[in-house]
């Protein structure tokens, strides 16, 4: 075998994958602006514009969410027929058609565009049926280039949403949810060991995490060589036994901080400066928080609980300016680069990642020992699976403009990842952002 051929092979085989993918989606978007134009032609908006069928009334039915049209129900039974798909499933996929066009027209046009692969809306709308209009114009709004989105990420924005446009359903269902809280032990097996099960409010479940963390990290360096499993048991043991290991302060070897010194919760406070402020009785007030660590958006109401919460200590982080540059001389990432970067990034940078920038490795993008700089500007997250693709392999990529990545693949293929998402370049000699 002549082992020169090989990526030309490869190229060729995933050029025809991709094709096919193209043409299934041309497809499905035709079946879609059919859909929507017998919808157009089937609503039925009030009782004098239902028909009178064998002595039935065909009112309309709501197969999609608020404000989106009613269609006659006879006449949907033979839409579905001839989709050839079942009764159920043929209404629920008319229906996500309909919120789509109606509700989404961001997404709708998204998905003609071929911007969007239509089974990724489906799964959008059947997020937002349940949501008001404004809810889920507001969702749509993110979405005006969808591609980017994890799931992840989309069902925190819906979660968004319902704070933002229903805060007192969102209030509702929290206290409802906290209400479910419990801790359980189970019994002993025969090895003398239990299972633990629970369910916590989040930063009580963040805050025993660090805990459990930092007496594992101390019982490491006290000389327990057993697995970290092993010794995060151990710690959580030691937490109901008010730590009986020695009372030492152990320095983080990167920032110097001290692992163990005051009780009690610690909150990083980002303050962001907007037209609106968090008010109970302001009527524009925004009552969206954020939390990183748990990356989903929380209510105003939870977080008063949070900094509330008995020796919690409450740190307000400096204005951070992600457009400095500051070099040092030195291979190592520095704290302060690193808060940049994952402010900046979100996520790593590779195409199509969704892993939090949080988890992710700072990538030189021109090698330190090439002459590249430890500077914001030349470093860029991305998880430790595409740190190595990058690292080992012909993948890489450029920085055309500041958060901008053109990637290049071993058989090619080339994508522009920015704040939009991850887009294929066709023309490769167009690096230039999509319109939007």
């Not at 919460?309 to 951070?320: F, M, S």
């Amino acid at each position: 075998m002549d082992l020169g051929t090989r990526p030309r092979t490869t190229a060729s085989l995933l050029s025809r994958l991709g094709a096919g993918v193209e043409a299934r989606n041309q497809l499905l978007v035709e079946e879609w602006a059919g859909i929507v134009t017998w919808a157009g032609d089937h609503i039925v908006d009030s009782p004098e514009g239902a028909a009178i069928t064998e002595g039935y009334l065909d009112t309309g039915v709501p197969i999609a969410g608020g404000g989106a049209p009613l269609v006659s129900e006879f006449a949907l039974m033979e839409l579905i027929a001839v989709l050839g798909r079942t009764p159920d499933g043929g209404r629920a996929y008319v229906g996500r058609v309909i919120e789509c066009a109606w509700r989404l027209p961001h997404v709708y046009a998204a998905v003609a565009a071929g911007r969007l692969a239509p089974w990724r809306a489906e799964r959008i709308a059947d997020l937002t049926r349940p949501l008001s209009a404004d809810a889920a114009a507001f969702v749509d709004r993110q979405l005006f280039d969808a591609s980017g989105v994890g799931w992840a990420q989309l069902e925190r924005l819906v979660a968004e949403a319902v704070i933002r446009f229903d805060p007192e359903r969102a209030e509702a269902e929290r206290q409802a949810a906290a209400d479910r809280r419990r801790f359980d032990i189970g019994g002993v097996d025969e090895h003398g060991l239990v299972h633990l099960d629970g369910l916590l409010d989040a930063a009580d479940g963040h805050d025993l995490n660090q805990a459990v963390a930092r007496r594992a990290e101390t019982l490491a360096r006290l000389g327990d060589d057993s697995t970290l499993d092993v010794r995060r048991s151990k710690a959580a043991a030691e937490l109901a036994r008010h730590d009986l290991a020695l009372d030492l302060l152990i320095p983080d070897p990167d920032t110097g901080e001290i692992l163990a010194t005051v009780p009690g919760r610690k909150v990083v406070l980002n303050v962001h400066i907007t037209d609106t402020t968090i008010s109970d009785d302001h009527p524009l007030a925004n009552p969206v928080g954020r939390w990183d660590e748990g990356r989903c958006p929380i209510t105003s109401a939870q977080i008063r609980e949070w900094l509330r919460a008995k020796d919690t200590t409450i740190i307000v982080r400096p204005v951070i300016d992600l457009a400095d540059h500051l070099p040092v001389d030195s291979y190592e990432i520095p704290d302060r680069h690193r808060t940049r970067v994952i402010l900046r990034d979100h996520t790593c940078r590779f195409p199509h990642c969704t892993r939090p920038a949080q988890r992710c490795d700072i990538d030189h993008a021109r090698p330190y020992g090439q002459g590249g700089l430890t500077c914001p500007c030349n470093e860029v997250a991305l998880c430790r699976r595409h740190h190595r693709a990058k690292t080992h392999s012909t993948w890489h990529y450029e920085i055309p403009m500041p958060a901008t990545y053109i990637w290049t693949s071993p058989a090619g293929f080339r994508f522009r990842v920015d704040h939009h998402g991850t887009h294929p370049i066709h023309d490769t000699d167009d690096p230039s952002p999509p319109d939007g």
